[in-house]
């Protein structure tokens, strides 16, 4: 199997696929539920930022972020890159990084009905925010793709004459 970035590729799936282990098997790794919930909340926040800022530009060309201008107005900036960055990465790289995506949520939901049906209270918060920190970059990477290129054009309307950007 030909990667072109089997680094991204593999901390695409490291830090997902180990907060989904560390959560299952939290009980027997240790006894202290703050140690297990500041592991998997850290992986979460690693998990955010690289498909935010690193797996998603290189595997599927990719990025999103927030932009506030001068009289204090968001703007949410959804961009998708064509050409190649796109073409430099393969077929594989795309799936496993959408595969990824798509699927690690439903598991988190399904552990959010298991946890509140278990009565393990504790445990929600981390389930809640694993949902909420994977459902943004799923909800952000897919407006980049359906809107990517419209928000582009939307973008440099926002830069000043003096080349600043808001």
């Given at each position: ?10 901390f695409?799936l490291f830090f997902?696929v180990?907060?989904?282990v560390?959560?299952?098997?939290c ?10 919930f500041?592991t ?5 926040s ?5 498909v935010k800022?690193?797996t ?9 972020w927030?932009?506030i201008?001068?009289?204090g107005?968001s ?5 998708a890159?064509k ?11 795309a ?10 949520p439903?598991?988190r939901t ?9 009565l393990k209270?504790k445990r929600l ?11 943004a970059?799923l ?11 419209k928000?582009i054009?939307r ?7 003096d080349?600043?950007?808001?």
């Open positions: 199997m030909n990667l072109g970035h089997p680094l991204a590729t593999f695409h997902r180990s907060a989904i560390t959560y299952l098997f009980d027997w790794l240790g006894n202290s539920f703050v140690a297990c500041a998997i909340l850290l992986l979460l690693f998990d955010f930022q690289s800022n690193v998603g530009r290189l595997l599927v060309g990719l990025h999103w927030n932009l201008d001068e009289v107005k703007h949410w900036v959804f961009e890159k050409g190649a960055t796109v073409a430099a990465s393969t077929e594989v790289e799936r496993n990084f959408w595969l990824g995506l798509i699927i690690c439903v598991i399904v552990f959010f009905f298991s946890t509140l049906f278990s209270l918060a981390l389930v809640i925010a694993g949902i909420s920190l994977q459902t970059n909800y952000g990477d897919i407006h980049c793709k359906l809107e990517g290129q928000t054009s973008t440099t309307s926002l830069v000043a004459a080349g600043s950007k808001y």
